[in-house]
């Protein structure tokens, strides 16, 4: 069944826009572990701030932007302390928690909520996967919509040829920047430039769009191909208003594809900045790239250069940190942390309340609240370019973690060395460990 997506008209006043970020639920959030037991991968801090503030600094660039919606499965008390705060920091948009009964899939979530996107007769909304880091480029993404009349806009950025498989595939017309194909993780090469997971869509063509998907699906069941076992205990048989019954329906996998049939579908594509933020350890270089562009834009967030602070450096304006200690480059201490003397810190985040007693090393590193790093001692990964998209190294003939991660209470003793090892929380190491989880 093809694609059936009327054709818009064009309006003569200016064209109002909303934004809706999808933040998932607990049950997606397994790959961020041991930090997503005690918070949300949404609300956890990168760069100081939590993942999905950062998505909403992007927002609040784009002036006619008035509401936001955050999508997902988690409970409404979840993020209801976070939406009353950025009400606060953010006073030019409503932000609205919207929760899923159950897991929807990326665009069975948007359809479920039409009623509330719709509402006030907006021509176009943003799509944001929270879990993504970019420069979130959304005034280019209007402009380029705008002048090419497009019924979509998706956000692209280009990767090695061997990391593209990994992602949504998108070939285009270089010149018109029209999508001509677009392909969910492919088996084979297909392209290097990959989606970004970010998105404008017409009012007027999206939801038509997953409307015959949800048909096509009812009318020809089909078995889908996922990446692993746990997205197959989300899918659930749901109805809509016509009574029909669907599955779970995905923008990438159901509905980007078709899109492309359109001829009305464009791609901007990036050079700055883009990764995701899926495992516990990628958390590590987004707060490396987050950092930097806010060393980059000159933000007073950003700890000033001397002798002790290579830049850049977020220290949390209640942090503890001794002046013989040396901090950076992209590190962030968290609210109350204390950095003790002849510390040395790079390419890590260090939580709040987190202790680390004098002349211990921290490198390429997660130290978890409240976590105690002892005097000597040494915690560290390896060293991962920001720009890999792959967080796991081969130690020993063993695929292990890149980046050490210490869970909410943890203690290491003095004169201990933990290297490349993931620890879940209350867990105190008394001796040297190296690629192991610890239990």
């Known amino acids: 069944m093809s694609l059936n997506i009327p054709s818009r008209q064009k309006s003569g006043g200016a064209q109002s826009t909303k934004a809706v970020i999808l933040v998932g639920g607990?049950?997606?959030?397994?790959?961020?572990?041991?930090?997503?037991?005690?918070?949300?991968?949404?609300?956890?801090?990168?760069?100081?701030?939590?993942?999905?503030?950062?998505?909403?600094?992007?927002?609040?660039?784009?002036?006619?932007?008035?509401?936001?919606?955050?999508?997902?499965?988690?409970?409404?008390?979840?993020?209801?302390?976070?939406?009353?705060?950025?009400?606060?920091?953010?006073?030019?948009?409503?932000?609205?928690?919207?929760?899923?009964?159950?897991?929807?899939?990326?665009?069975?979530?948007?359809?479920?909520?039409?009623?509330?996107?719709?509402?006030?007769?907006?021509?176009?909304?943003?799509?944001?996967?929270?879990?993504?880091?970019?420069?979130?480029?959304?005034?280019?993404?209007?402009?380029?919509?705008?002048?090419?009349?497009?019924?979509?806009?998706?956000?692209?950025?280009?990767?090695?040829?061997?990391?593209?498989?990994?992602?949504?595939?998108?070939?285009?017309?270089?010149?018109?920047?029209?999508?001509?194909?677009?392909?969910?993780?492919p088996e084979g090469h297909i392209s290097n430039l990959i989606n970004c997971g970010v998105?404008?869509?017409?009012?007027?063509?999206?939801?038509?769009?997953?409307?015959?998907?949800?048909?096509?699906?009812?009318?020809?069941?089909?078995?889908?191909?996922?990446?692993?076992?746990?997205?197959?205990?989300?899918?659930?048989?749901?109805?809509?208003?016509?009574?029909?019954?669907?599955?779970?329906?995905?923008?990438?996998?159901?509905?980007?594809?078709d899109l492309a049939d359109s001829r009305q579908f464009f791609v901007l594509e990036t050079k700055d900045f883009w990764r995701q933020i899926k495992t516990a350890g990628s958390a590590v270089p987004a707060n490396a790239l987050y950092l930097q562009k806010a060393f980059q834009s000159g933000s007073s967030e950003i700890a000033k250069p001397s002798a002790n602070i290579l830049p850049p450096v977020y220290i949390h304006p209640t942090a503890s940190v001794d002046p013989t200690a040396k901090l950076g480059p992209n590190v962030s201490i968290g609210a109350n942390a204390k950095i003790g003397p002849g510390v040395r810190v790079k390419e890590s985040i260090v939580l709040e309340d987190a202790e680390i007693k004098h002349d211990a090393c921290v490198m390429y590193s997660i130290v978890g609240w409240n976590s105690k790093v002892g005097a000597w001692a040494r915690v560290e990964g390896t060293p991962t370019s920001v720009a890999s998209h792959n967080l796991t190294v081969i130690k020993n003939g063993v695929k292990v973690q890149s980046i050490t991660i210490l869970g909410k209470d943890c203690g290491v003793r003095d004169e201990v060395r933990v290297q490349n090892c993931v620890c879940l929380p209350n867990k105190e190491l008394k001796r040297d460990v190296t690629n192991e989880v610890i239990m």
């Open 199 to 257: 998105y404008l869509f017409s009012t007027e063509s999206i939801f038509p769009a997953v409307k015959t998907a949800i048909k096509r699906r009812t009318e020809r069941p089909r078995l889908l191909s996922y990446p692993s076992t746990d997205a197959l205990d989300s899918s659930f048989i749901a109805e809509d208003e016509e009574g029909e019954k669907s599955e779970v329906i995905r923008l990438e996998q159901d509905i980007l594809s």
């Open 26 to 185: 607990p049950a997606r959030g397994t790959r961020f572990r041991p930090l997503s037991l005690d918070v949300p991968k949404p609300l956890f801090d990168v760069a100081g701030h939590p993942i999905i503030e950062h998505c909403l600094n992007a927002v609040a660039k784009v002036s006619d932007i008035k509401e936001v919606f955050i999508i997902g499965y988690y409970e409404e008390h979840v993020f209801r302390d976070f939406i009353k705060d950025a009400g606060r920091i953010f006073p030019n948009f409503s932000i609205k928690y919207l929760r899923e009964y159950q897991a929807l899939g990326t665009a069975g979530g948007l359809y479920h909520f039409r009623d509330a996107i719709l509402k006030g007769r907006p021509e176009r909304f943003f799509v944001i996967n929270a879990d993504v880091c970019c420069s979130f480029p959304l005034t280019e993404m209007l402009t380029l919509f705008d002048e090419k009349d497009a019924e979509a806009v998706i956000l692209g950025t280009r990767v090695s040829e061997e990391a593209a498989t990994n992602f949504g595939c998108i070939v285009s017309d270089a010149h018109s920047k029209r999508v001509l194909h677009y392909v969910e993780k």
